[in-house]
């Protein structure tokens, strides 16, 4: 019903940046809400950061200050703009669509690790 495809991650030092994009298709309903998760080894997946289809958005504590997330014009795309990364967000990072509270789409992941 709704497929992501998700872009960006890579290797980068301490301190570096990364830009996280994921485009979503198919039935996109105009109340939705987007966003990243992650899963670090050993560790559970958890919120990154969401925005809903009208530009509210959520952050992890951890990330507040340096993640920024955002949606494209037509609202089937988000990005997360990640500065300041530390070694501890490493984690393969997933993307996630819901149409209303209908059932969430989870892209299939992109790796980031930070180096120390």
């Known amino acids: 019903q709704v497929q992501l495809v998700e872009s960006g991650g890579g290797l980068v030092e301490a301190g570096g940046s990364l830009r996280l994009s994921c485009a979503a ?8 809400t987007m966003g990243w998760y992650r899963q ?20 992890v504590d951890s990330v507040k200050g340096r993640f920024t997330i955002s949606r494209d014009g037509a609202k089937t795309t988000v990005n997360l703009q ?27 992941g992109t790796q980031v690790t930070v180096s120390s």
Do not use: E, H
């Open 40 to 59: 670090a080894p050993g560790q559970q997946r958890g919120l990154v950061a969401s925005i809903t289809d009208g530009g509210d958005t959520d952050y």
């Open 82 to 108: 990640m500065n300041s990364l530390k070694p501890d967000d490493t984690a393969v990072y997933y993307c996630y669509f819901r149409n209303y509270y209908l059932t969430p789409y989870w892209g299939q």
């Open 25 to 32: 298709s198919g039935r996109i309903l105009g109340v939705n």
